[in-house]
């Protein structure tokens, strides 16, 4: 089955203890991206990839950080965490921006950082 | 950069009546327009998209969408609502001229079909 995983989905934590979310896609996809969705703001971009090691970043990439060392796998870093990080976050792939395909979503990661 | 505005937080129809849920957008060039609907506790599911031809297009779940040129928007539509379409509802634009590898996505509509 076509889908795009992440763990944890879940995950209370305190201010600055590292955390990594991973999302892995079984799609063979080129682009995949991180949002984060908080209430009245809609789903804001933080990172994207193009392709493995091509990454950029999206409107809100202040105190995170990802990478994309194999197609199928790109995890978001959260160096420090803050509560203003408290957020329910996607992943997305698709075969690539250009194709004009959608985006296949993951069921999301609720974080909460005391 | 695109963007797109959703006017409404909340849509509330009757079981059967149309439903209509509203999206303007603006970008540079031409824009690519998707529809997504969320479940609680899933991720966007993807409804329908425009890039070219058409300007009303159909999708899953009997939704279809007009875009409009004229009027920047990409309005949503349902001939008759269900209780099983109660969810928010995303609209998303890309910039094909300007095309910056980002799709931007409107704050949501929360839609609420009653019994």
Redesign the interface.
């Known amino acids: 089955e076509a889908q795009?995983t992440q763990n944890p989905r879940y995950l209370i934590t305190v201010t600055g203890k590292k955390l990594t979310v991973t999302c892995s896609q079984n799609m063979n996809h080129e682009y995949m991206?991180w949002?984060r969705q908080d209430p009245?703001?809609?789903?804001?971009?933080i990172y994207?990839s193009?392709n493995v090691e091509v990454t950029?970043k999206?409107?809100v990439p202040e105190g995170y950080k990802v990478s994309r060392k194999e197609k199928r796998n790109f995890p978001l870093i959260l160096e420090s965490p803050s509560p203003n990080q408290t957020s329910l976050y996607?992943c997305?792939s698709s075969l690539g921006?250009?194709s004009?395909q959608?985006?296949?979503?993951?069921?999301?990661t609720r974080l909460s950082i005391l | 950069a695109q963007s797109v505005a959703q006017p409404e937080d909340q849509v509330n129809v009757a079981e059967g009546n149309p439903l209509t849920v509203k999206c303007t957008y603006s970008v540079s060039g031409n824009p690519y327009l998707f529809w997504y609907v969320q479940y609680p506790n899933r991720g966007l599911q993807f409804l329908l998209k425009y890039i070219t031809g058409d300007n009303l297009v159909k999708g899953s779940y009997g939704f279809e969408a007009e875009f409009n040129k004229s009027q920047t928007s990409f309005h949503l539509k349902k001939p008759s609502a269900l209780v099983s379409d109660s969810a928010l509802y995303f609209c998303a634009v890309r910039d094909a001229l300007y095309g910056n590898n980002r799709l931007a996505f409107g704050k949501g509509n929360q839609v609420v079909v009653i019994p």
């Open positions: 795009v991206s949002y009245g703001l809609g789903l804001r971009q994207y193009m950029d999206g409107d996607f997305a921006l250009n004009n959608p985006q296949h979503f993951g069921d999301g």
